[in-house]
C-alpha cells in the first residue's frame, strides 16, 4: 500500500486555526509511522504547500514550518518519497526563505 500527499494536509497540518487541523495531524502521524506504506509526494506539491502556507497565513515561519515539514518526513519510518519532476526546487530552496515575499512561488523564484 501506499499514498500520495498532497498540499491542503502539509498546509492544515501547520494551521493549527484550520478546522480539519486535528485531522490533518492524525493523519500524518500514521503516515510517519508507516501505517500507510510507503507516502509520495513532489516537488510540486512542496512548491506549492510553501506558497500557499504564506499566502493563507501570511507568514513567513508559517510557510518554512510547511518546507521543513515535508523535508523532514523523509528521516521517518514511513519514508516519505520525493516524485520530482524538476530540478528546481533543490537548487533554489536556500534563498527562497530569504526573499519569499516577492515572489509567487518557488518554482518562479529567480535565481540572482
Not at 509511522?33 to 506558497?51: L, M, N, Q, R
Not at 499566502?55 to 515561519?61: A, E, G, L, N, S
Request: aromatic letters at 12%; charged letters at 25%; one cysteine or more.
Amino acid at each position: 500500500m501506499s499514498v500520495f500527499i498532497d498540499t491542503d494536509v502539509f498546509v492544515t497540518y501547520i494551521n493549527k486555526r484550520d478546522s480539519n487541523h486535528d485531522m490533518a495531524v492524525d493523519l500524518l502521524e500514521d503516515i510517519m509511522k508507516g501505517k500507510y506504506g510507503v507516502s509520495y509526494t513532489s516537488d510540486y506539491i512542496f512548491d506549492e504547500a510553501v506558497t500557499y502556507s504564506l499566502i493563507k497565513t501570511k507568514d513567513v515561519r508559517k510557510a518554512l514550518d510547511v518546507g521543513r515539514l515535508i523535508l523532514g518526513m523523509e528521516s521517518f519510518q514511513g519514508s516519505l518519497t520525493f516524485c520530482l519532476w524538476t530540478g528546481v526546487y533543490s537548487v533554489k530552496r536556500g534563498k527562497f526563505s530569504s526573499s519569499m515575499i516577492d515572489s509567487v512561488s518557488l518554482t518562479a523564484h529567480p535565481l540572482h
